[in-house]
């Protein structure tokens, strides 16, 4: 369970690293470039990765034993809104026919996405450094 999260974690940053090139760009829309075609594909890989990340992790806390157990559930409702927070704005985005530059760079801004990166680089370091079985994708 450790290992799928490792994997959402990956997933989601290798879309954030992309739309910040994307963003770079100047992009009207994302019709007609490399880029362009590749931001929506990002993107929806990105929302199934956070669909169930929460609950991954809600998992992996019972079938690691992870201690203080309340510690970590009490920081799994965190991740589960941000989560959820960031779904809906990633969502919103795909829900749109042109999806330019101005566009990702706003999400690049949003609170929500940051507040979930955030969540996932402290967990990623927690779990990491006391369960190394988390590889990162190479």
Same mark, same amino acid.
């Given at each position: 369970m450790l290992n799928d999260i490792g994997q959402r974690c990956n997933t989601i940053e290798e879309c954030y690293e992309f739309m910040l090139a994307y963003a770079a760009q100047g992009l009207p829309s994302d019709e007609g470039s490399r880029a362009g075609g590749q931001v929506r594909e990002f993107l929806n890989r990105a929302v199934k990765?956070?669909?169930?990340?929460?609950? *991954?992790f809600g998992a992996s806390i019972?079938?690691?034993?992870?201690e203080p157990a309340a510690k970590y559930r009490a920081f799994l409702a965190v991740l589960?809104?941000?989560a959820h927070d960031s779904l809906a704005a990633l969502e919103l985005v795909l829900a749109q026919p042109v999806? *330019? *530059?101005q566009l990702i760079d706003n999400l690049n801004a949003s609170i929500h996405l940051r507040a979930l990166l955030t969540d996932m680089f402290l967990i990623g370091e927690i779990i990491g450094?006391?369960?190394p079985v988390v590889k990162p994708q190479e």
């Open positions: 990765a956070v669909e169930g990340l929460a609950e *991954s019972e079938e690691e034993r992870l589960a809104r941000d999806i *330019s *530059s450094k006391q369960h």
